[in-house]
């Protein structure tokens, strides 16, 4: 059994011209969304944020009151979130629910698997 697959010359010229052309479409597309978000894009001076509340740009650790951990979390905007590295959107409903709390308050996020309640330990901001 061979993996080549037979065609004639026009047949794969014809092949290469779909892929540039989709890729051409998808880089585009993927132009179209970033120019769509700097449209939108209000560029937040994190100097003059109260330091005292979570708000953009603040690095906040969270006590899980269920389970007893303590999390961490940025808040960034839309080009900056690495969800694995704890930097989410200022936009999600899990940093919406965080947005002007105080350190030793507790926030409430109805997540799928349920109600989750966490105690605000520690805000930070880092100078740029």
Known sequence: MTDYVPMTRDGYNRIKAEIERLEKGLMQAKINALKAKLA?????DTSSM???RVAFGARVKLKDLKFDDEEEYTLVGAGDEDYEKGRILTTSPFAVAMMGKKVGE????KAP???MRYEVLEI?????
């Open 40 to 44: 939108g894009a209000q560029i937040v």
């Open 113 to 115: 698997g349920g109600l």
């Open 124 to 128: 930070h901001f880092d100078e740029a």
């Open 106 to 109: 507790t926030m409430e996020f």
């Open 50 to 52: 109260p330091k005292d």
